[in-house]
């Protein structure tokens, strides 16, 4: 199995196409995850403020994160009209499961914040907008930060599913060393998977302790 | 669309024939009960001995999270190519798939127990088995339930990707559908397995499996090969030239085309 | 000067929070909303910025109706502190007492060199002036809260038991900070707690809710203690109201009364027939001669019993009674401000002084 995989990257052909696989699945599962969560942000915001919003959102949101990946890959562009090999497909199929999957975070994450805070920022003359972005979505980060990284790993992983129905990523590799009965694709998709994965947890984390310095050394 | 949809799924030759939809119904909850039946298996007593004894949550909490990062289709294929049949291959990719989050509900149940009630329960003479049978078990129960009923969740989900190493299911009407552009039965697919909200169901798992075995673990090429292969970019030659190189040693390569 | 006419605050499920409130608040005084919980006080002081609307009914700041205000530059010109303080966990000390300041559109450095400035008045060392809200103790929260709502210096403060979630020590702490702040800034203050003790102490005046968001007193603390206006009040107010009322100065309660006085470090005339106070060059008081006491040398320390505590003349009579009580000689000492001795009170006469001051409906209770 070793020899096959020297053989397989050894081939500058290859490493450059399996760089290229990298490029499209890092654009794949990373576009979606920063339309997810805006969009998840700005329903959350909405939902956050009656039990009734709530219920509305969240309950199409757990059903939309119920469907089979492949299904939403292959009906989507019945329903928007793109092609059936469209990348946009995937885009959009998985900014619909980040934004499903980040509505509660987001909800949850507003809920815990200290209701005396924003009392005091209403208070002081915040108005709704600006209280919104300068008080509690900086608050929302440390419990938000969780459900995205969640998102980011479920996103890299569905990827992959899409090179069934054609799109790129490193999907590709699977199905390539399927059709071929050749392991070495396979093991280097899997790795550069998780790879890809671990890497893109690593940047969160660091992002979500720049974001929220306040937390530095207080035991929360 | 819609219209046509309505109208596939009204005509019952799509429902009961051999690729119908009641039997690649069966056969998707099968796979699944039986991939959920075997991971509760390993995962219950496992999660209950971590959280139990408190060791190991951490390699646990880990492995958890990489397998969460595991690719399915990745690792659907890499069975297969080991034991070259869908069957054993996607159940065990589906076993290791369910094991995290039964795995960590089971944990979390049972290490959520009142540290009081625990030590109540020595208090008044309880072995420890006991005290996991009649204490932490019982307090553990929805956090365990809601672990089996995310892996179900994700077991449904991950039996359509079966499909694509020739497993039955109702993943292979999407790619059936797919192949010949056909959407009202790619629709059907996804719609029709309400699994999460299961009932009790009376066919066993075994006998719809083995009714299924169409698909590409078999010579004959399947209609979808033709759909989906050539949107393959060119730049692929350099695998093949060497999967050429392969079938020259002897095994032939499973080229289906 | 804070008015509220007729005000009424009834929720939507028909609940009355605040019933037919009529109260003025004169400017540049504490005034202090006290009452069980549920009993309207705090909506009472959240419709004066609007975070509540009233139902019906009108509030005047400085004689405007606060409904014809936008909400937001209302609030900015009104400083609010909370319980829990309510600071921005993500911003730093500065940075929270800079808020007000910042949104009404100052420009940061300026916001900030105003913000280090207050840390001073609000008494906090200017090493707190980069640490977060959640490397302060309760209390330095507290005081950045405080800082926070002067920020913008506005003329009016609203504090809702901004006090109650600290330990009793340091509550004491900041109640007199208040009071010393408020001794020079000056600001018109309304002040909710259901602490009465705390409402005695800082309020210049107390106006005392009952549940159903009614007022049922509103008065000068010493008035609602010794005159509770009806059952409710003197319940709220307490058994030991009595001895609350201990607190308040009794301008020329005591007949001083003298007794015979020796000089501390000079010999005895001869031995003492009574309690003899010994006093000093200055004529402060320094112990008792005890009655009979044979001359033996110069009086020293040794000599005398200890004095207990003396009695500040004009201060209130808890002190009187302190003094009476720990005194061996059972007289109170009174001192003038320098400490000079002025005279005796018999404990006696200052007991019936305390029984004659007692709330006229104490039989009541």
Known sequence: ?220 | MIGDIVSWLGDPAHWTGPNGIWPRLWEHLGFCLLALGIATVIAVPLGAFVGHTGRGGVVLVGLANIVRALPTLGLVTFLFLIFTESKPATIIGLVVLAIPPILAGTYSGIASADERALDAATGVGMTGWQRLFQVEFPIAIPLLLGGIRNAMLQLVATTAVAAYVGLGGLGRLLLDGLAVLDYPKVVAGPCSPRCWRWQPISCSPGSSASSCRTGCGSPQPSPRDAAWRPSRPPRRRPHEAQTVRRAVRGRPARRLR | MIEFQSVTKRYDDGATAVDDLDLRVETGSITVFVGPSGCGKTTSLRMVNRMLDPTSGRILVDGKDVMESDPALLRRGIGYVIQHSGLFPHRNVLDNIATVPMLSGEKKPRARARARELLDVVGLSEELAERYPAQLSGGQQQRVGVARALAADPPILLMDEPFSAVDPVVRDELQDELLRLQAELDKTIVFVTHDIDEAVKLGEKVAVFREGGKLAQYDEPSKVLRQPADEFVAGFVGRDRGYRGLSFVEPGAFTLQTVPTTRFGEPLDGPTRDWTLALDEQDRPRGWLAPGTVPDGVVTQSALSPNGSLYLEGSPLRGALDSALSSPANFAVVVDGEGTFRGVVPSQTVLETIEGSKPERAADV
């Open chain 1, 1 to 220: 199995m070793f020899d096959e995989l020297g053989e397989f990257l050894g081939s500058a052909n290859t490493r450059a196409a399996i760089l290229g696989d990298l490029g499209q699945h890092v654009y794949l599962a990373l576009l979606p995850l920063v339309v997810g969560v805006v969009l998840a942000i700005a329903i959350g915001a909405v939902a956050h403020r009656t039990r009734r919003l709530r219920g509305f959102f969240l309950v199409p949101a757990n059903l939309i994160y119920t469907l089979p990946s492949l299904a939403l890959f292959v009906v989507i562009p019945g329903i928007i009209g793109t092609r059936i090999l469209d990348p946009v497909n995937v885009i959009v199929a998985l900014s619909l499961y980040t934004t499903a999957l980040l509505i509660r975070p987001v909800i949850e994450a507003l809920d815990s914040i200290d209701a005396s805070v924003v009392a005091a920022a209403t208070a002081m003359g915040y108005r709704p907008l600006r209280r919104f972005f300068a008080i509690q979505l900086p608050l929302a980060v440390p419990v938000l930060a969780a459900g995205v990284r969640v998102a980011s790993v479920s996103n890299i992983s569905l990827v992959t599913v899409g090179a069934i129905i054609g799109t790129g990523g490193l999907g590709v590799l699977f199905t390539d060393g399927f059709a071929r009965e050749y392991f070495a694709p396979i093991i280097v998709g899997i790795v550069l998977t998780l790879l890809l994965a671990l890497v893109v947890d690593l940047v969160l984390v660091a992002m979500r302790k720049f974001l929220t310095p306040w937390q530095r050394g207080v035991s929360t």
